[in-house]
């Protein structure tokens, strides 16, 4: 509703000095973007205003350039992976925009500033607009095929302004990726424009795919195929257009929300989801704002490290910007965005152990029962999928890592939400899994599997050190679940197998002369093979140390037997790493290895092919991908092998060396999209990625505060192992079960002081520190023998508020 300028002037006649500043002030309506100025927000950088941004929502989201534009881009449909998605279709390329003043027309396509909120953005033009600034915002509601996008006009001049406003929709009704698998074929869009409604309305030819837009604020003309801001878009669709005629007096603003809504079912949905949305947009922005506060207090992290501190709070919203919701198909956590929008296996186990943590029981649930029903519908034999897309099609039924995973995800859930109904649901497919894995994939019957982990480098599906890793904690885990299941015969079977393969990953895959763990083992004449490869990539990409590395190894190797298998170390891989992330590597073994990990980091984080390593690694910070023309990892930094090491430093209780790796990440944190860290640092590949709240979350939450719960049992054991600056930490609102927790950290020169308080006073918290490190022990004032087991002290309380000091012994 406009303000009463009447009413306004009236007051300003009181007094010159009141008049003086009323003239300033600017009289606008009561705008959607105004319902989000009390928010967090972050303003992108100049250089990166040509890069690409997110309206994240679960059933649609947009993807364009922060400039305003809608480029094609995006590899795995080239060019098709940015514009308005409502999955498993398309709805729109994109649109643009335009302002007529005095014959000149001036498109809106080149913004100054974009600013990115948890739930929301806004790009604001100023340039080459005289006495006139713009603004675009837009967010897609909760739970609707629904985009909504708010223009408004200011007159910062102090003449009246006439302007006309232009707005243009491209459609592109198309298939996702696959979509061939299930018969969608894509056909030319047609639009017709809707009386009643005053909106466009947009059909596939060949399907019932849909897409409207429109305003309450009626147009005064509408058409089609108007030529508008050079944008020419590929595709099979068409493009119609709004225009509107505004009056702007001095220092006032109006505003204009579009809808966009779609539907890959109907008609009549798209036009129920349009009147909705346009009804209700206020209150459905005000509901998004409200769910991502809650967001924010879950899980809550305070510590002396603001920028870490921030990355945390936003890697949460950047989970849920990737929320994927399907209904015929399901609903899950997506890998990343733009390339990545549909469903994988290995990343939802690495996410959703972190995600966990952050008291997301509901996504998580969701998650892993989406992945479950998708892998027993391709699979039915425990094998869980790696890749399907958002119309169900598997395109890759799952690598041997993805199975041994899933077992160590469904126990992590099961530790924090103590749920045995959950446990039950999931256990008969991890023990048809396990069993898939050795009989089908260890053909040699040597108890580790063959086939391709998480490198998929030409040749890498002989004995990989990640499968090998993650299949021992399989079977680890799996023996507690035997035991949760009354299978005790069973859970010693699975303990036994597990034990062997931890000695073997001890002792097979060390290669002391690297003093690393192998990338994998196999023949010397496999291993001579991926030399030549590797030699061929390092001199490609002028690694000249890499090539005389791989030189001489080959040289050493080729007086070898040519079927000798052994551990052999070429590629020095990220995944050389898991046997400290899973916490199974020999203690001596697990320090060297992880220092023989420092040779293979940048300022952003670990490579995840060792020999891409440049000289400069650890030292130069100039150097972006943004300008590579051709999508690749190759020379890959990420964020996944930066957070296994940092998991694998405090394994091996070197807390300082693992915030060392959460900064180098940190670094990344709106390096190129504001408030999100892209998944290949700094600034290439997904501009948001899942896997970020496991690389963050796990150190954080698990590991420097310590908690590791067993909520069956009502029991959190906390073992804080904090990094030598941080003397101060809160988290808070830390969801385990049915109860809640807060921990508040405390350090000086000659205590620690821990204060607990948890909603459940019958639960028990067992609270260790290392052994013989403190002198006494107090709770609430009163001092407690603690009790030992292996290297640590440990004390076992109850209640709602706990208050632990410990003095430092001398």
């Not at 003093?515 to 004449?525: R, V």
């Not at 298998?565 to 073994?589: C, L, Y």
Request: hydrophobic fraction near 35%.
């Amino acid at each position: 509703m406009i303000r009463s300028r009447i009413g306004i002037l009236l007051l300003c006649l009181t007094s010159t000095f009141i008049l003086n500043n009323c003239a300033k002030k600017v009289l606008s309506e009561e705008r959607l973007a105004d319902q989000v100025s009390d928010s967090e927000s972050i303003t992108g950088k100049s250089n990166y205003i040509n890069s690409p941004f997110l309206t994240a929502g679960d059933r649609v989201y947009m993807v364009g350039h922060q400039n305003g534009t809608f480029p094609d881009l995006g590899w795995h449909v080239a060019g098709e992976m940015g514009g308005i998605w409502d999955h498993p279709i398309k709805l729109l390329d994109g649109f643009t925009a335009s302002i007529t003043i005095d014959n000149q027309s001036i498109c809106l396509n080149q913004a100054d500033t974009f600013v990115n909120y948890p739930y929301a953005n806004k790009h604001i033009f100023t340039s080459g607009l005289k006495d006139i600034k713009a603004e675009r915002f837009q967010f897609v509601p909760d739970g609707k095929e629904a985009v909504v996008i708010e223009y408004s006009f200011t007159n910062t001049g102090s003449e009246n302004k006439l302007l006309t406003f232009d707005f243009n929709a491209y459609t592109d009704l198309r298939p996702v990726w696959l979509g061939e698998k299930t018969n969608m074929v894509d056909a030319a869009d047609f639009a017709s424009w809707n009386e009643n409604s005053k909106s466009w309305m947009a059909k596939d030819s060949l399907n019932e795919w849909y897409v409207t837009f429109g305003s309450e604020t009626e147009a005064q003309k509408h058409q089609q195929n108007k030529k508008s801001c050079d944008y020419k878009p590929q595709g099979k669709g068409c493009q119609a257009s709004l225009i509107y005629e505004i009056s702007l007096e001095p220092n006032t603003s109006k505003s204009i929300s579009i809808v966009i809504a779609g539907s890959y079912k109907s008609e009549s949905n798209a036009k129920e989801t349009f009147a909705a949305v346009k009804q209700n947009a206020s209150k459905l922005l005000e509901e998004k704002k409200k769910r991502y506060a809650g967001l924010a207090e879950k899980t809550k992290l305070t510590i002396p490290d603001k920028d870490l501190e921030q990355a945390f709070r936003w890697v949460k919203y950047n989970t849920d910007w990737l929320v994927r919701d399907v209904p015929e198909v399901g609903r899950g956590l997506s890998a990343g965005a733009p390339d990545y929008p549909w469903w994988f296996g290995v990343d939802s186990e690495y996410s959703l152990q972190g995600l966990i943590t952050t008291g997301r029981k509901d996504l998580v649930y969701q998650s892993i029962d989406n992945i479950f029903k998708l892998s027993e519908k391709a699979n039915g034999n425990g094998r869980i999928v790696h890749e399907v897309s958002t119309n169900g099609v598997v395109f890759n039924p799952g690598n041997v890592n993805e199975t041994p995973q899933f077992a160590i995800l469904i126990w992590t859930v099961y530790r924090w939400t103590g749920d045995k109904e959950f446990l039950k649901k999931y256990y008969p497919t991890i023990k048809k899994g396990l069993e898939w894995l050795l009989k089908e994939n260890d053909k040699d019957g040597n108890l580790l599997p063959d086939g391709f982990g998480m490198m998929e480098i030409h040749g890498m599906n002989s004995e990989m050190i990640d499968v090998a890793a993650y299949t021992q904690k399989a079977f680890s885990v799996a023996s507690e679940m035997a035991k949760e299941m009354g299978e005790n015969q069973l859970a010693e079977k699975y303990k036994n197998i597990s034990g062997q393969i931890r000695q073997k990953v001890n002792q097979d895959f060390w290669v002391a002369d690297n003093n690393s763990f192998a990338d994998f083992i196999g023949t010397t004449k496999q291993a001579i093979h991926l030399i030549d490869d590797a030699i061929i990539r390092a001199d490609t990409l002028k690694k000249p140390w890499a090539v005389e590395e791989l030189r001489a190894s080959k040289n050493r190797l080729s007086k070898l037997p040519g079927d000798k298998k052994q551990g052999f170390v070429v590629h020095h891989n990220w995944v050389v790493n898991t046997p400290m992330e899973m916490g199974i590597a020999d203690s001596a073994k697990a320090i060297s290895a992880l220092n023989t990990a420092t040779k293979f980091i940048n300022p952003f984080g670990v490579f995840v092919t060792g020999i891409d390593r440049d000289e400069s690694a650890g030292k130069d910070e100039s150097s972006a991908a943004v300008n590579k023309k051709v999508f690749n990892y190759t020379g890959a930094v990420m964020t996944l092998p930066t957070g296994v090491l940092a998991i694998s430093e405090n394994n091996y209780g070197r807390p300082d060396e693992a915030l060392n790796y959460l900064k180098r990440m940190t670094k990344s944190f709106s390096y190129a999209l504001p408030g999100s860290i892209y998944e290949v640092s700094p600034d290439y590949g997904m501009m948001s990625q899942a896997w970020n709240i496991y690389s963050y979350a796990v150190p954080i939450v698990t590991q420097f505060f310590g908690i590791n719960p067993i909520a069956s049992t009502k029991t959190i054991f906390i073992s804080p192992q904090m990094p030598s600056t941080w003397n101060e930490a809160n988290l808070e609102n830390i969801l385990v079960g049915d109860n809640e927790i807060d921990i508040k950290y405390t350090k000086t020169k000659s205590s620690i002081n821990l204060d607990l308080t948890q909603t459940k006073e019958n639960w028990k918290l067992k609270i260790a520190f290392p052994q013989n490190k403190y002198t006494n022990w107090i709770v609430n004032g009163k001092e407690i023998k603690p009790k030992s087991v292996g290297k640590s002290d440990f004390i076992e309380v109850t209640g709602k508020a706990i208050s632990l000091k410990l003095n430092k012994t001398l």
